[in-house]
């Protein structure tokens, strides 16, 4: 594949994101085969269109092992993975084992910074960069070292409500 545009895809689901995990033989199997079969058959537009086609590591994705998996069976270099620095860091992994399941598939490295509410199961809030624990850093030096050299997108997401925008909180603040 020649370098040129690129486009992030990352609107596949599972219908039952459970069977994300393992443990849910076949069904999981099959809902991956599936998604594989939707990539791949997306592989002849993107190649005439010169765009390779990222999933991201997101919603049932979030755990690179998983987005490993499917990459595994859509194995055209016209597929790869968008790793989002978030997501694989709430459900547990460290960057150097998202960077050994997907490092050599990914076409776009997507950063943000995140901290976890103090509860148990409490929600995760957005932060600047470097203002939270998610270890972009480290992410970023694995990329670069392994001669990564596409783009990298810094990703904010606030959640606005009617109060935050009264507060002027739905953007990081100016310089």
């Not at 994101?17 to 990539?39: K, N």
């Not at 592989?43 to 755990?63: K, M, N, Q, W, Y």
């Not at 810094?154 to 909180?169: F, L, M, N, P, S």
Request: a negative charge.
């Amino acid at each position: 594949m020649s370098a040129g545009p690129r486009i992030a895809f990352s609107t596949l689901a599972f219908p039952d994101a459970s069977l994300a995990r393992a443990g849910h033989e076949p069904a999981r199997t099959a809902q991956l085969q599936a998604a594989a079969r939707v990539l791949e058959a997306s592989v002849p537009a993107a190649a005439r269109l010169g765009v390779a086609i990222g999933v991201e590591t997101h919603d049932a994705f979030c755990s690179s092992s998983v987005l490993a998996e499917l990459l595994a069976l859509a194995a055209s270099p016209w597929v790869g993975a968008v790793w989002d620095s978030h997501h694989p860091h709430r459900v547990g992994e460290q960057p150097a084992e998202v960077f050994a399941n997907i490092g050599p598939r990914v076409l776009l490295a997507q950063v943000k910074d995140a901290v976890k509410g103090p509860e148990r199961d409490a929600e995760w809030r957005l932060v600047l960069l470097g203002e939270g624990e998610v270890r972009v850093q480290e992410m970023l030096r694995l990329l670069t070292e392994h001669g990564y050299s596409g783009w990298v997108s810094v990703e904010w997401e606030k959640r606005c409500t009617q109060r935050d925008r009264g507060a002027g909180g739905c953007s990081p603040p100016a310089p």
